[in-house]
């Protein structure tokens, strides 16, 4: 059979929707989504099988210049990311002035534009906030630039023109087998995805530095034999003066945190689970080599 196969790996400023679009095209909502900037602080992997085309999505963080350690760490993910693509697409949110020259002035966007030979996409995002007039103004301005092999003008949210975006990307697939078994969605483990839902809750539950101070670990998941699973992670911060915050008032914000999360869950396992929610502190583990580690950023390693 005449498979075809390849990296398409999601590039853009925070905030843009890159997760919202590599879920659009797949079709599930794997990756975490927010209102809030730098949610996602891994590269996600998500795989789309449809007949002969097989696609290995990248989804990535969103590319900023590092300000702690932790940033240098999703940089890498980035470059990364970067590195395994055989197409890329770098995502500008169209309702943002600024975002098409800034993204395409990037140090990193360019060098990346401008070198190795791959196929490259320029997505237009967040159209269903602009008029006509713009979005042809803004997808001439792009195609004038002469790096891209395809600007398509789109919305994720609203699923616009995304089927047209998966049709350029099937079409310029290379030739290759598939690497993955046809159903199968992602390579991360399930307490991966655990711990990305309950960031996200934390994300949309909390205010001002408190998202980007928290990070998320799984202590322990036993599947239990007739019983539902037990899930025990903690909410990681990094000063004493957060963890009442983290809890609240007699302990009700972060009992609707666990609430929301178990109902997530659920959903995404597609089965029942008891999680139980601990907050733990960790004295600025944003810039602390070893702790970062321990929570998984350690690139080398994938
Ligand atoms: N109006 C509109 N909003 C969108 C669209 N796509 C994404 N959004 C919203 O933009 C916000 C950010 O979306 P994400 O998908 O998390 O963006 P991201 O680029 O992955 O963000 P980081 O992971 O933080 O870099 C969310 O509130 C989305 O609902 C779109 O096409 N139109
Ligand atoms: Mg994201």
Request: aromatic share 8%.
């Amino acid at each position: 059979m005449n498979t075809k196969s390849g990296y398409v790996t999601i590039i853009g400023k925070p905030n843009v929707g890159k997760s919202t679009l590599m879920n659009e095209l797949l079709g599930e909502r794997l990756s975490i989504i927010t209102s809030k900037p730098q949610t996602t602080r891994k590269r996600v992997l998500g795989i789309l099988t449809e007949g002969n085309h097989q696609v290995i999505f990248l989804d990535t963080p969103g590319i900023l210049d590092p300000a702690y350690l932790l940033q240098e760490k999703l940089l890498e993910y980035i470059e990364r990311s970067i590195n395994d693509a055989d197409i890329l697409i770098v995502i500008i949110d169209m309702s943002d002035n600024k975002d098409i020259n800034e993204t395409l002035e990037d140090e990193l966007v360019s060098r990346v534009l401008q070198g190795r030979d791959i196929r490259k996409i320029a997505v237009l995002n967040k159209i269903d906030l602009s008029t006509k007039d713009e979005i042809d103004k803004s997808t001439s301005l792009l195609e004038s630039r002469e790096v891209f092999d395809f600007v398509v003008p789109l919305s994720a949210l609203k699923k616009f023109n995304v089927a047209t975006l998966k049709q350029f990307i099937f079409e310029n697939l290379p030739p290759g087998p598939k690497y993955y078994p046809d159903d199968q969605l992602t390579d991360e483990p399930e307490r991966f995805f655990v711990s990305e839902i309950i960031r996200e809750k934390v994300f949309e539950n909390y205010k001002e530095e408190i998202p980007f101070s928290t990070e998320i670990t799984i202590d322990e998941f036993k599947e239990r034999e007739n019983r539902k699973d037990f899930i025990s992670a903690s909410i990681i911060v990094e000063r004493d003066s957060q963890k009442p915050i983290i809890i609240g008032k007699k302990g009700e914000a972060i009992k609707k945190v666990g609430k929301y999360a178990r109902e997530a869950i659920e959903k995404f396992l597609q089965r029942e689970v008891f999680l139980e929610l601990h907050v733990k502190v960790r004295s600025k583990w944003r810039s602390n080599e070893n702790l970062l580690k321990s929570f998984g950023y350690n690139i080398d390693e994938g």
